[in-house]
């Protein structure tokens, strides 16, 4: 099983994705108001989303990033995408939106003003519509921010061609832009930790299961800069280890002829133990000689405690501080056609700048889940996992639970016919598409406001 990020042919068990790629279940019920696509399942797996949730337990800052691919029209799956956002933003965050123009230059042929264009008209004005807070909400383009082309470069020393060939499943004929890309990704991912772009903080990233890689890239790249490892031992309590690097030997206590030098080293130990102390944790057992320190009154349920303290140290001596980035994952809304959705087939999904009659017209012309008569659907009921009518209004349109399950329910046992589901979902969507463009018309004023 094969995640690319450039030409994902869809994803059939997403059970499997998860125990392969060791992403963890999300749990709606423990989520402060949880969306519908929580509740559905349709977000269904993280990587360190508690760390998120217990940052804004604590009253800690955290962020949002995302990224828009500025090379064809906005469509349903990119407000998926907002939304999730939107929510992240509703619970205290700011929000962080890169534009990747370099990498649409890049890999897509499209000039850079052309990006810019695309950006303005298809994207940023359709989110002034989607209820993002334009002061809490950040948008940038990639050429326009250089830090985070050199951040890549700095990562990149951290991983190789064989990493990136076991990841991306890279070959010889792989393009140099497709090796490049992810590294800017990166350093768009990481670099809102920055203290001028907000400083040390957990950063989420909400995406499609496709883009993993990049996340994975990311988080083994940054956990390779960081001076202090936290790591749960044998008893189940953590233990700290310092990590050697070439820009920290010295500091370290590693002499350059080899050797421990043990008052520095122990100098470390002590400012170690002093930030874990900030956290609340005091049994402490030090080895210096072997770079370690056990935390006994310490379980691995509190380690992303504990590492921000340390790298708010590492900072303080001089590293880069980084935490590894958070994620979450949803599931792919299924195209009109039946297959995948995607920009570059119209007839596949519904563009947030559709006619009214463009949006009647392809849903009544969708994919049904229904049986080929009336007599054999009132026997045999209809498919609603197949059915694009009832799968929009699962993903976009309904938004009570009740009223989605006895959709379903009818629709199963027949007593709902395709014709009337369709209908259903046509006068939800063009209800939701009508007071879309209204707020977006109403706030096209706040556009200059996200670019701020």
Partial sequence: ??????????????????KKFGLDAIEHTKLPNPTHLHRRGIIFAHRDLDNVLQARKKGRSFGVLSG?????????????????????QDLGGDVTITVADLEAHATRGLSLEKCREYAIEEYIS????????????????????????????????????????AI?????ETNLAHIQSPLVQAGDI?????????????????????????????RGMVSKT??????????????????????????MGLKRGGGIDKNQRQKIINKAIAAIG?????????????????IKDATYEVHNEIKYHLLNLERQMGGMGLMQPASTYHQFAIGMTGGKMSSSQPETTMFLNDSMKDIEKKIKSSFSGGQATVEEHRSKGGNPDVDVAYQYLRYFFE????????????????????GEIKSICVEKAITWMKNHHELKDQNQHLVKEFLK
């Fill in 399 to 418: 938004e009570d639970d009740n009223e989605l399950e006895k959709i379903r329910e009818e629709y199963v046992s027949g007593d709902l016919l395709t």
């Fill in 1 to 18: 099983m094969e995640i690319d990020p450039w030409a994902s042919k869809g994803i059939q068990n997403y059970g499997e994705i998860c």
């Fill in 278 to 294: 900030k956290a609340g944790f005091s049994q402490t057992n030090a080895n210096a000689k072997h770079g370690t320190i056990e």
């Fill in 190 to 218: 990481v670099h809102p930790q920055l203290d001028e772009y907000g400083g040390l903080r957990p950063i989420v990233v909400p995406v499609g299961i496709d883009q993993d890689p990049h996340i994975r890239l990311t």
């Fill in 126 to 165: 359709n989110y002034a519509g989607m209820g993002l807070d334009p002061d809490k909400t950040s948008i940038y383009f990639q050429s326009e921010r250089p830090i985070v082309q050199k951040l890549g470069f700095t990562l990149g020393k951290k991983t190789n061609l064989s990493e990136m060939e």
């Fill in 168 to 172: 991306y499943g890279f070959s010889g």
């Fill in 68 to 88: 828009l691919m500025p090379s064809g029209q906005i469509h349903l799956g990119h407000k998926m995408v907002i939304d999730q956002a939107k929510w992240f």
């Fill in 226 to 251: 960081n001076w202090f490892n936290v790591n749960q031992n044998k008893s189940g309590s953590i233990t700290i280890g310092l990590s050697i690097q070439d820009n920290n030997q010295e500091m």
